[in-house]
Every structure is written in C-alpha cells, then in structure tokens.
C-alpha cells in the first residue's frame, strides 16, 4: 500500500482522551519501566492497525508495519524473530544502526501486549520508521518503491502525530481533567450550608487517578464508590446520633454523561462536624483498608482501566499497599 498523504490510511477515529506522551527512551524495552504495559488506544484504518501503548507510545501492529514497507508480514516478523542473534544478521545491524544514529537502542523490535485476549505484536514508532527506512533505501535488492514513498510522508515525527491523531489520542493531555472540570462547575456550591459532599472531598483521589492516566468520566466515578461505602459506614454507627442527621441535595452530571438524562439526582451530604471523622475514614479505610484497590480492581477486570493505571494511583495514594504486595 502507498501512502498518497497520512489521512488516505487513517479515516475518522473514535475519540479517546488520556494522559500526554512521555518523550521517547534512550531504550526501547518491552517493559517500559517496572509497570506492565496495556493498551490505551487503538484502531484498524484500511489494512493499517495502530494505537498507543499505556506509556504514551505510539505503534504500529505487525502487518500495518509490513503494509507500510510494501513486504510480506512474514518478513516483518523475521526481523523480530532474529533481532538478538547472535552474530547479527547484516539486516538487524543496519536497522539498529539507524535507531542508534536516533540515539535509541530497542532490546527487541516490537512489544508483546495481551489486549482483550488477544495477542498484539506492536512496533514502536521509532522502531518502524528504522525498518521503513531500511526498505526504503538500505535493503539492496529488495527496496521497497512504497517504503521509501511513505517514509517520506511519515519521517521525523508524522508518524507518531498520525497514530495519535487517528486514534484520538492527546499528547499534551489538555483535555483529561475536562470532564472532572465539568462536575465541578456544576456541583462546587451545591450542598447546604453547613454540609459537605463527597464529590468535592474525593478530590486528591480524582486527581491522582487522572495523574496516573485513568479516563475519568461517565464509566468511572470513582465519588459514587466513595459515597456508598461511606454512607454504609455512616449508617452502620448509627453516626447521625453522633453529628446530626445527613441531608439530601441535588447533584448534577455533565450533558457529556449519560447520567444527566435523569438530573438532578439526589445524594447524601454531611454535617460539617463529622468531616475530619470522614477524612480519616477516607484515608484509614476506605484507602487504605483496600476498598480503593478493590474498586480499581473491578475497573481492571471490566477492561476499564489499564492495570500500570491503577498501579500507578494506588502507589499515589497508598504506597504501603505496593509494599505490602511487592
């Protein structure tokens, strides 16, 4: 397949907002660090497949690769198959020699991920451009017209720009916390004088699970979990004996969530006088109890959040439960 211009490969993708990209590693690994990887984002356009890793990079799958580089997908995955031989094919070496040239070195040509139970063989961007510039100008008898054209479209940082655009992935992540944002302006004043809310106590913990890249939105709000394991809490110590009785109040979602369709919905606010009593439940149970990763746990297993998320917010929050299970 040649590329006539990015956009011929890549039609409308799905939007998905999450965290902004890392710059690029001195190494290309498939463990990216101590967290394991998912995959945030990801699409088929025409016989391209493409997305972005949990980490921020962006990738091609094994026959979008092969595609772009006008060869056969075997011959993509005989270059991983053969990437750490020893001694090393002539082909491997001028492939490393080019991302060396980059200042980057791969400990293996693409990243295994298991991704909605299936396998996927995903080629970093810097690791394709090296192999599209082989077929374009390096591989002798066997360079490839299309590779050549298309490494000409997507040198430097196009490819990586056109993965992130096609499948709605921000980079800059400017857009992540717009829909907590949303929330807020809707509900900041809206308990009774006298009481707070749990969304607007909830917020270090929404922050830190956007921090760590969770897409915080209508699937996941995490102040409905809070709330309810806190009005159980409240209910079961018969707490309205002790600080007065908890009122109702009207709380409102985004047009964004599907929740809106029923506003207002009305939720349990609290006396004033029981919220240093609420923060150190908070903190003492709710986090550190393992009601927290129990609930990111359930995100994890409905495919809802990446396990490095949910890793990353529980360290955050709780750093004695990644010690306690390391």
């Not at 017209?145 to 800059?172: C, W």
């Not at 809310?197 to 995490?222: D, Q, R, S």
């Not at 110590?237 to 919905?265: C, E, F, I, L, V």
Request: aromatic share 10%; net charge neutral.
């Amino acid at each position: 397949m040649t590329l006539n211009a990015p956009k011929e490969i890549t039609p409308n993708a799905n939007k998905i907002n999450i965290l902004a990209a890392k710059t690029a590693p001195k190494e290309i690994t498939q463990s990216q660090g101590m967290l394991p990887l998912g995959i945030e984002a990801n699409g088929e356009f025409g016989e391209i497949g493409m997305g972005v890793l949990s980490d921020g990079t962006p990738y091609l799958n094994q026959r979008g690769l092969a595609v772009l580089c006008g060869v056969e997908n075997a011959h993509i995955g005989t270059i991983s198959s053969q990437w750490n031989e020893d001694p090393v094919k002539p082909r491997i070496q001028k492939i490393k020699g080019i991302l060396s040239q980059a200042g980057l070195a791969a400990a293996s040509a693409h990243v295994e991920i298991v991704h909605a139970g299936k396998a996927n063989y995903c080629y970093p961007a810097e690791v394709c451009l090296a192999i599209l510039e082989y077929y374009a100008f390096d591989a002798g008898v066997n360079v490839q017209d299309q590779a050549r054209h298309n490494f000409r479209l997507l040198a430097g940082s196009k490819l990586r720009e056109m993965i992130y655009s096609q499948v709605g992935y921000d980079p800059t992540g400017a857009k992540r916390f717009d829909k907590w944002h949303e929330r807020i302006a809707l509900n900041f004043q809206s308990a009774p004088k006298g009481y707070f809310h749990v969304f607007n106590e909830a917020h270090t913990i929404i922050y830190e699970l956007i921090a760590a890249g969770a897409p915080i939105g209508e699937k996941m709000v995490v102040d409905i979990s809070i709330g309810q394991h806190w009005g159980k809490f409240w209910a079961d110590n018969a707490m309205d004996g002790t600080y007065g009785a908890r009122a109702k109040y009207p709380h409102k979602y985004p047009d964004s969530h599907p929740q809106a369709k029923s506003n207002p919905q009305e939720s349990w606010c609290y006396p004033l006088a029981a919220l240093g009593e609420y923060r150190a439940w908070l903190q003492d149970i709710y986090i550190e109890g393992g009601k927290f990763s129990g609930y990111l746990k359930a995100k994890v297993a409905k495919g809802e959040l990446q396990p490095s998320v949910a890793q990353l917010a529980i360290g955050a929050l709780a750093p004695a439960l990644i010690a306690h299970h390391s």
